[in-house]
């Protein structure tokens, strides 16, 4: 029974409340939810008698404003609620709250006995668009002596008389409130402690999914947690939550449901036209928005349930009306969803001749191949191979071409995307039968997957068969292919000019058409620049070969540049900070495996070099089905870590049987020399025979160690990590401090500028030795990190980008720099990562 109330008055007073919130069936934080503004503004309207109408779509969180209000109250407080099994029992919402039977006859002496026994207390009653018509009737007449605080559902079904008189109350001595979405940051916090292992990916789209809904976060990240995904809408998800949502759409109009529906089909905002009449309400509901003509559900989970609601027949029908109003590109999904097969496939083959990217291409041709019950041409067949390979999918394209068929240019298309995933030897194998009378550009690719097969099995023939085919198809090739496996050839020889070679290949190719070649060229100059370790000149060419490829929305080749790119920018030790975070970025997205490799191995670098080895090392070792490509250089930075992280031995292990470059090959040596050398064990000799230049210098160095300045200046203009490297070992190697000291401070000097913390780490070290002990910034006397600042810099150093710190921690992004830019003045740090690792080392004392 309720406390009985007292005859002076108790005003309300918001306090906060410990634990959980409830928002429907689910539990939320109390410091993410409700809102503390609402709540405010609701305390503040209680401050005398009246009526307080909290108002929102399902699963918004009206019930723990109810439970948040009744907990800080300080007096009598009388819950209740309608029960949507029983809205037409007069005044049940009522009596349940006051827990007697009241007079349901008449509404002025309903109002009566219910103040009579409320008095100074709160009443508090829930889901009041299931109330009956006597309650409805009774509210603003005891408003007019109690304090009443009501949720009220949108949509609902009250008539509209009864919402009219409901908002006349509240605008006299109450509010009508709105429950605001749940900030993205907020909802990005609720994940993260739902599902803490969820990616940035994974998070951003279920927040973005949940469209600020918390019943939607609860329940999507717990499914996310138990093993699914943000778009598996399987039996994993909470029942509840659809259930609510389903009822809720129950309430709506029939156009209003259908307009709903078409918005989880089309998955995207829309133009108000495609809905219809329906959208009007669904704006008036709060279940849409609708800017500057353009509608987009503000929950896109709210109008996936819309659409599962559909029978079979009604999702049919939606699908074939969306059709006609959506561009081709949709069309032919919509056309396919509705078992328009057949219409699907035209409309499909139509809309791709008229694509304007390679991206739209692919994707338009491997849906016509693969309609049930469609046999597609031959014709078209060829055309979304191309695509395919176009677009970096060699294996989309092997799907559609039959193995076994005979034509030399579905043959060319096979063995193209065999030689794409790395298979030379079945590439060549896939074209044998290719006669040579077939037409030109068959002939042409054919010889074409012979010699880059070659080149993998037998370089120097590879070079010489490259000579006797310009004299078949003259210098330079007509075909696109051809003369980028030329140039390929010449470039795996590093025969003079080369890189034009390639460059001029890539030209002629994207001037002809053959997007493939083009990109296959381009991506093959940053590989042999990167070998040759000119990874300035490397870099860049990936990053115009990979806005090159946005443009035209081949995600996989767009990707591999990135990641490419960003793979030199570590090597040469140069803004680590940047490194960490796009790399990290780029690996929370889906890739393809080469470039998940590369993008691993940049942040992981830049991670340990920066001071934050456990990071570094937990990235590499969760990094599963490495591909070939990319296997010594994740098999270097692991021994690299290790190294850095005071583990020689680990750098001691077999190397990897895959074949390295010369760059990634001599860096492996030079780890292992510096792993030999702390360990205390007899190296291997110096590599004479070592191809690049600065390699060859440095591993000379270790039995000659005045050559040590000579190789630090091989790496200036190339790396920095390796020239600090260089000035190290020639510091350490020298006994007397004349000649150690100069090279130390010069290491030191290039560590901190650059941010190479565990290097910086052991220059001063080494000066240490030699007594010397200069005044360098550092962290100032009882200039202590707030607790804020701690766990900002914990985040860093867990690899955490900005936008999730801000989301895991409630703040802005803004905030969040504050945050670190502080801790690294506090600190004496130049870069976030040399801070977040500073800050480790202080937690962990």
């Known amino acids: ?430 074209v044998a039968a290719v006669p040579d009378d077939a037409p030109a550009e068959a002939v042409g690719g054919r010889d074409r997957i012979r010699l880059l097969s070659m080149l993998t099995t037998d370089p120097g023939g590879a070079l010489a068969r490259a000579e006797e085919l310009l004299k078949v198809h003259g210098d330079a090739p007509a075909h696109p292919g051809l003369r980028a496996a030329i140039a390929a050839v010449r470039a795996g020889t590093r025969q003079p000019g080369w890189e034009y070679g390639l460059a001029s290949a890539a030209s002629a190719a994207g001037q002809a058409g053959d997007a493939l070649a083009a990109r296959w060229s381009a991506w093959l100059l940053v590989e042999t620049l990167t070998a040759d370790a000119r990874l300035a000149e490397a870099s860049q060419a990936a990053a115009a070969a990979a806005a090159a490829c946005a443009g035209d929305l081949a995600y996989s080749w767009q990707t591999r540049f990135l990641a490419a790119q960003l793979w030199c920018d570590a090597l040469r030790g140069a803004e680590i900070d940047e490194v960490v975070r796009r ?75 895959a074949v390295s470059t010369p760059l990634v090959d001599g860096l492996r040596r030079i780890t292992a020399r510096w792993a030999a050398y702390d360990a205390g064990v007899a190296a291997d000799p110096p590599a004479a025979d070592a191809p690049l230049a600065p390699v060859r210098v440095t591993l000379e160095a270790w039995k000659a160690p005045d050559r040590f300045a000579e190789a630090a200046a091989a790496w200036h203009e190339l790396a920095r990590r390796e020239e600090v490297r260089c000035l190290l070992a020639q510091g350490l190697l020298e006994d007397g401090a004349q000649l150690a000291v100069p090279p130390l401070l010069e290491a030191e000097r290039l560590a901190e500028e650059a941010g190479l913390v565990v290097l910086l780490g052991r220059a001063r070290r080494a000066l240490r030795r030699h007594a010397i002990r200069r005044d360098i910034r550092g962290r100032r006397a009882g200039d202590e990190l707030t607790d804020r600042e701690r766990d900002v810099l914990r985040l860093v150093a867990n690899g955490e980008p900005t936008r999730r710190i801000a989301g895991q921690l409630g703040i802005s992004r803004e905030t969040v720099e504050t945050h670190i830019r502080s801790g690294m003045r506090k600190l004496g740090a130049r870069t976030r990562t040399e801070a977040a690792a500073l800050a480790m080392e202080e937690l962990a004392q």
């Open 583 to 657: 790399a990290g970025d780029l690996a929370d997205r889906t890739l393809p495996a080469l470039a998940r490799g590369y993008a691993v191995a940049a942040a992981s670098l830049a991670e340990a070099d920066g001071g934050l080895l456990a990071p570094a090392r937990a990235r590499l070792e969760a990094l599963q089905n490495r591909p070939a490509s990319a296997g010594p250089v994740l098999d270097w930075v692991t021994r690299e870590a290790a190294w850095l992280d005071g583990r020689p031995d680990q750098a001691f292990e077999p190397a990897d049987s």
């Open 1 to 430: 029974m309720p406390e009985a109330p007292t005859d002076e008055p108790v005003a309300p007073v918001a306090g906060s409340v410990a634990g959980s919130a409830v928002v429907g069936r689910a539990s939320v934080p109390a410091a993410a939810w409700p809102p503390a503004d609402l709540v405010a503004a609701a305390v503040d309207a209680l401050r005398n008698p009246g009526l307080v109408v909290i108002v929102g779509a399902p699963g918004t969180g009206r019930t723990s404003v109810l439970k948040r209000l009744g907990e800080s109250f300080r007096g009598a407080v009388f819950s209740g609620g309608a029960l949507a099994m029983l809205r037409g029992v007069p005044a049940l919402p009522l009596s349940r709250a006051v827990r007697v039977r009241l007079p349901s006859h008449e509404a002025p002496l309903l109002a009566e006995a219910v103040r009579s026994r409320v008095r100074h207390g709160l009443l508090l009653l829930d889901d009041l668009q299931w109330a009956d018509p006597l309650t409805m009737a009774a509210l603003p007449a005891i408003a007019e002596h109690c304090r009443i605080v009501v949720t009220l559902r949108t949509p609902h079904r009250l008539p509209g008389d009864a919402e009219r008189a409901l908002r006349a109350a509240a605008a006299r001595s109450g509010a009508w409130l709105s429950m605001p979405p749940m900030p993205a940051d907020a909802a990005a916090v609720l994940v993260r402690q739902l599902a803490p292992s969820a990616s940035t990916t994974v998070v951003a789209d279920l927040v973005r999914r949940a469209g600020g809904v918390p019943l939607a976060v609860v329940a999507l990240a717990k499914h996310v947690a138990q093993g699914g995904t943000p778009r598996d809408g399987g039996d994993g998800l909470d029942k509840g939550l659809a259930y609510t949502v389903a009822g809720a759409l129950a309430d709506l109009t029939r156009p209003a449901r259908t307009a709903m529906a078409a918005l989880g089909l089309l998955g995207r905002p829309v133009t108000a036209t495609v809905l219809g009449e329906g959208l009007t309400e669904l704006v008036e509901t709060g279940l849409v928005e609708l800017t500057e003509g353009v509608a987009a559900p503000v929950s896109p989970y709210t109008a996936e349930v819309a659409a599962g609601l559909l029978d079979t027949a009604e999702r049919a029908a939606l699908h074939r009306r969306l059709a006609a109003l959506v561009p081709p590109r949709e069309a032919a999904r919509h056309l396919a969803a509705a078992g328009a097969a057949t219409e699907a496939y035209q409309v499909a083959v139509t809309a791709a001749a008229a694509a304007e990217s390679s991206g739209d291409r692919a994707e338009l041709l491997l849906l016509a191949c693969e309609l049930p019950g469609v046999e597609a041409e031959p014709q078209v067949r060829l055309a979304a191979a191309r695509a395919a390979l176009a677009a970096g999918r060699p294996g989309s394209c092997l799907r559609v071409i039959d193995a076994a068929t005979t034509d030399p240019a579905a043959a060319v298309l096979r063995g193209e995307a065999l030689l794409q995933q790395g298979s030379a030897v079945p590439a060549a194998a896939a």
